[in-house]
């Protein structure tokens, strides 16, 4: 017998259109966060007039929000990348502070 996760419904407009979703306890207000998101990308895009298909303004929302996500994740690696280069750089510099036995 498999036991369900337990949930919370949520009630949210996009577009000036209702929707009844479904989230894990706890998560209503990142669902929220994501509506609030969805919601002004297809407001901008609706009002910026050319289009007017629900399912276009839609789909066009969608690749925005995926293009800015992908900029995100490039940028995050980036940042990792240069945390990186930075502790291998103060590595060496450490390396290189270190009093060398002398010689005579």
Known sequence: MSQRNA???LEVQIMGQ?????CPEG??????D???K??????????AGRIKSRDRIAV???????HE??????????QQRLGSLLERLDQALAS??????ATR
């Open 7 to 9: 949930s919370q419904k």
């Open 18 to 22: 209702s929707y009844t979703l479904s």
């Open 27 to 32: 998560g209503a207000a990142a669902l929220q």
């Open 34 to 36: 994501a509506v609030d």
């Open 38 to 47: 969805v919601d002004a990308t297809m407001c901008a895009i609706r009002d």
């Open 60 to 66: 066009l929302a969608c690749l925005n929000i995926a």
């Open 69 to 78: 996500l992908g900029q995100g994740q490039a940028e995050a690696s980036h």
């Open 96 to 101: 290189n502070d270190s009093p060398e036995p």
